[in-house]
Structure formats: structure tokens, C-alpha cells
């Protein structure tokens, strides 16, 4: 299979990167740092990401907040202009097709970013529901992220206007006479901006910001260490067609209009299912695990009880760079999930013990101004 290239394909040569396939793409998993350096360093700087690898859609014309709501459950109609929010694609059987962003461009108009790995089927499942609206892939621009404590100060030297963005908003932009869109946004539990830039000022862009003192390239290995700190879901991990919102512990994510007892119930793919296991909740939740020791574990490996039987299994794991060890998130069964219960994994002829822990396992410190 012939991969594909981000904008940033040569930069991230020059640099060092070890590049590796991933959702299609050849992407950076690490420079020559090392993931745990590069993690710390988003902690604790700033850290650029590329993540143009993502998909990126405009929605726009009569009827679009309505056609988003009739695929999510969202209050669409409710955001304001340039105000952005989590959301799922259901499906008819309650599972989850992906996770995305949304965000109000307009009155009708709004900007979706949605998985790399799920892009195809996403626009797909969109335009399968269209009637009248335009959609309008975004394949010639690129997304950069600025995550981390320094971010926002990086972001006041490059567009003063964005550096006063809070949480989940975002405004068009010039910045060296290109046009952007910049929203305070991530993937990583720190406060940051993700930036949408046509993919022929991308290296610019990324070489002004890697100039500034504190700014270093982070590739997709520490990417995941982030998140995973910061609790949130990667889809094919946490989320998938079989795993249900509630299961997922996202229930935070279907707006209180749309749910059961809402002004506009249901009404997005698998409402009735999703609704009867928020009732009677699913046997199954999401849990954080801490491991004791530094051995790791790894996703896929059993989570057993102190009797050893098959209680669940880890989804996703890493090292915690900041967290101090090894940590993981795995669904088990909801009555072992309280924090603080001893559980064990199963790690090829031994067992692991581990410790239900609350997430995030590292505070979120996102800007709510």
C-alpha cells in the first residue's frame, strides 16, 4: 500500500523523525529526542504536532445544524458562532462510528474534524445524509497543534487575537498574510491551539513556530502518551461500532436537549438503545489502571480479578512520563470499577497487579478563561 504525505512530510525528515505508517500516512511517531522527552517537554513547554493527517470538512447551507443532529447527539442549533463541541457519530445499534469535532462557522456552516482512520467512512456516512447541503473536504489544508503551558504565549508573538481564545472556541485569522482558522483545542489535557492552514504556507508556519524558544516538534508516540494521561478516548481503542457511549463513560457528551427527557429527545442513529442502557447501565465501564512496578502492560492483555477470572481487558497502555509509570485504560466489569480496587493483568506467564485509578491520571489544565 503506497502511503500518503502530510505537508510537513520533508520537515519531518530533516528533523529526525522516525516515521511509521499510520491511518494511511507515513507519519512522525518520535524525533530524535525520544517519546518520554517529547512528552515532558509538551508538559512542560510547548510542543508542535502534525496532525494533517486528520480530516477536515465544511458543512454548509439551509438545514445543516439539523442534518449534524439527525447524526449526533448534540445540541447543534445551541452553539454559538465559533464555538466548537465534542461529538459522536451513533450508530442504529448504539455503538460509536467515530468522534469528532464540530464547530460553528456560521448560521448554517460548520467545520468537522474527524479521524484520520475513519475520514473515508465519515464523509461517506455524511453525504449519505445530505438534502441540499453543500460538503466540502478540506484536502488541501493541513492541521497543526500547539500544545502545552507555553502555547498560549507562543500563540501571542504569532496572532495576539487567538491567544485570547478560551476552551473550545475558535476565530479566523491572518497570520503572514495567510488565512487560517485557529481554535483552543487538543488532544493532549494541556491548554493549546489547534491550527487549520492551507497546506501550501504549512512548512512556513511550523518553521516560524519551531523557531520560537520553547517550541519543539512531538510526533504521534507522545501524542498518545498525552492523551492516555489525560483520560480521552482514541477511536479503535476506547471507541468503536461495539462500544457504546455509555460503556465508554461519555454520557457528559449527549447534550441534556437530547437526551430521554430532553426538549429535542433522541432522534440521532441508536437513540432508544443508548437511552436504555444509560437506564440500566451497561455490565461493562472505562476505567483508568494504574500498574505496580515498571513493567508495562499492553493492549489486548486480560484484566483478572484476585481469584483470576476474566474481568476485562486493557484497551489502551503506555508509559506515563509524567505520571511516574506505567498506566492504561481497559473496560472491566462496572462493579470492580470503583477507584482503589485491586485488580490483576495478565502479562504472559505472570500476573500484574494493578490499581483502579480516577482519570485523568495527570490534571487537565485547559483555559476556560
Same mark, same amino acid.
Given at each position: ?29 518520535? %524525533? ?91 464523509? &461517506? ?80 508556519? &511550523? ?22 494521561? &489525560?483520560?480521552?478516548?482514541? %477511536? ?70 484476585? &481469584? ?22 481497559? %473496560? ?33 489544565? %485547559?483555559?476556560?478563561?
Amino acid at each position: 500500500m503506497t502511503l500518503l504525505h502530510t505537508p510537513l512530510d520533508a520537515l519531518h525528515r530533516e528533523l529526525g523523525a522516525k516515521m511509521v505508517p499510520f491511518a494511511g500516512y507515513d507519519m512522525p511517531v518520535q %524525533y530524535t529526542a525520544g517519546i518520554i522527552k517529547e512528552h515532558l517537554h509538551t508538559r512542560e513547554a510547548a510542543g508542535l504536532f502534525d496532525v494533517s493527517h486528520m480530516g477536515q470538512v465544511l458543512i454548509e447551507g439551509e438545514g445543516s445544524a439539523a442534518l449534524l443532529e439527525s447524526l449526533v447527539p448534540v445540541d447543534v442549533q445551541a452553539l454559538a458562532i465559533n464555538q466548537q463541541t465534542y461529538a459522536l457519530f451513533t450508530t442504529p445499534s448504539g455503538g460509536v462510528l467515530d468522534d469528532l469535532i464540530i464547530t460553528r462557522w456560521g448560521e448554517e456552516q460548520f467545520f468537522l474534524v474527524v479521524n484520520a482512520g475513519c475520514k473515508t467512512q465519515d464523509i &461517506a456516512h455524511l453525504r449519505a445524509h445530505l438534502s441540499g447541503q453543500a460538503l466540502t473536504v478540506l484536502a488541501e489544508h493541513a492541521l497543526l497543534a500547539l500544545q502545552g503551558p507555553a502555547a498560549r504565549a507562543v500563540m501571542h508573538t504569532l496572532c495576539p487575537q487567538a491567544a485570547q481564545l478560551v476552551f473550545m472556541h475558535g476565530c479566523h485569522a491572518v497570520i503572514d498574510g495567510v488565512a487560517v482558522y485557529i481554535t483552543c483545542s487538543g488532544y493532549t489535557g494541556e491548554d493549546g491551539f489547534e491550527i487549520s492552514v492551507p497546506a501550501a504556507a504549512a512548512e512556513a508556519l &511550523a518553521r516560524r513556530l519551531l523557531a520560537i524558544e520553547g517550541v519543539q516538534a512531538i510526533g504521534l508516540g507522545a501524542r498518545d502518551s498525552l492523551r492516555l494521561e &489525560a483520560g480521552l478516548c482514541l %477511536y479503535g481503542h476506547e471507541l468503536s461500532t461495539e462500544i457504546d457511549p455509555v460503556q465508554a463513560g461519555l454520557v457528559w457528551s449527549i447534550s441534556k436537549t437530547r437526551r430521554e427527557d430532553g426538549a429535542r429527545a433522541g432522534g440521532f442513529p441508536g437513540a432508544e438503545v443508548i437511552f436504555q442502557r444509560i437506564a440500566q447501565k451497561p455490565a461493562l465501564c472505562r476505567v483508568g489502571l494504574t500498574v505496580d512496578g515498571k513493567r508495562p502492560v499492553r493492549e489486548g492483555q486480560p484484566v483478572m480479578d484476585n &481469584a483470576g477470572r476474566q474481568v476485562g481487558e486493557i484497551c489502551s497502555a503506555c508509559y506515563g512520563a509524567s505520571a511516574g509509570g506505567p498506566i492504561a485504560m481497559a %473496560y472491566i466489569e462496572r462493579a470492580l470499577g470503583q477507584p482503589g480496587t485491586k485488580l490483576q493483568v495478565g502479562v504472559r506467564d505472570k500476573l500484574l497487579p494493578v490499581t483502579v485509578t480516577t482519570m485523568p491520571f495527570t490534571p487537565r489544565r %485547559y483555559f476556560r478563561g
